[in-house]
Nanobody, 124 residues
Framework: QVQLVESGGGLVQAGDSLRLSCTVS????????MGWFRQAPGKEREFVAA????????YYADSVKGRFTISRPNAKNTVYLQMNSLKPEDTAVYYC?????????????????WGQGTQVTVSS
């Protein structure tokens, strides 16, 4: 079991950028997939981006492709979500999650460890 702590959320204007961080502690496995999800009020939790813990492979939701970048630089125990050109519809609580799977996945049910979430609010 790993512990995940998100940080970096806040209130920004449309067009601004934010970088979210997810600090990972506990035992990790090279087969982990790290994901970012978000949940807006009254909506279901949705996939945003994912990266394989071993590096390289990434995957994005169509709604954020080209604007958001997920990374784990220098094999550190931190996963980042760089969010550029933010839109009001990006407003949500953002969660970091970990899945022990052999393949890339975007399904919330595959992710067994979750952080507490960080609020991102984008004003128009």
């Amino acid at each position: 079991q790993v512990q995940l702590v998100e940080s970096g959320g806040g209130l920004v204007q449309a067009g601004d950028s934010l970088r979210l961080s997810c600090t990972v502690s506990g035992r990790t496995f090279s087969s982990y997939v790290m994901g970012w999800f978000r949940q807006a009020p009254g909506k279901e939790r949705e996939f945003v981006a994912a990266i394989k813990w071993s590096g390289g492979s990434t995957y994005y939701a169509d709604s954020v492709k080209g604007r958001f970048t997920i990374s784990r630089p220098n094999a550190k125990n931190t996963v980042y979500l760089q969010m550029n050109s933010l839109k009001p519809e990006d407003t949500a609580v953002y969660y970091c999650a970990a899945a022990i799977v052999a393949r890339m996945t975007t399904s919330p049910s595959d992710f067994r460890s979750w952080g507490q979430g960080t609020q991102v609010t984008v004003s128009s």
